[in-house]
């Protein structure tokens, strides 16, 4: 069974910037694609960042530029930086782990972003 902690999330004022971190537990990490993803009420879940094993990403245009995906092996964990956060960025962040093609989930983790 897969476990997550994550932590991070809170209210900021557009331009601002946070840090998502997860820590994951009872399955291997160094060897997994890891991710984030985001939800909005009434919406599909959609990616935001994908980071492999060897460290390559991938990251939604929307994000491009200004969020960062980074994983720490020795700590089994994964970090989102966002930078000039807008608005529609709002949504709750759920961590991601993808092991034998199965994707494995965080609880969430509410970013909320002012005007």
């Known amino acids: 069974q897969v476990q997550f902690v994550e932590s991070g999330g809170g209210l900021v004022q557009a331009g601002g910037s946070l840090r998502l971190s997860c820590v994951v537990s009872?399955?291997?990490?160094?060897?997994?694609?890891a991710g984030w993803y985001r939800q909005v009420p009434g919406k599909q879940r959609e990616l935001v960042a994908l980071?492999?094993?060897?460290?390559?990403?991938n990251y939604a245009d929307s994000v491009k530029g200004r969020f960062t995906i980074s994983r720490d092996n020795a700590k089994n964990t994964m970090y989102l930086q966002m930078n000039s956060l807008k608005p529609e960025d709002t949504a709750v962040y759920y961590c991601?782990?993808?092991?034998?093609?199965?994707?494995?989930w965080g609880q969430g983790t509410q970013v909320t972003v002012s005007s």
């Open positions: 980071i492999y094993s060897g460290g390559s990403t």
């Open positions: 009872g399955r291997p990490f160094r060897d997994n694609v």
């Open positions: 991601t782990l993808r092991i034998w093609g199965l994707d494995y």
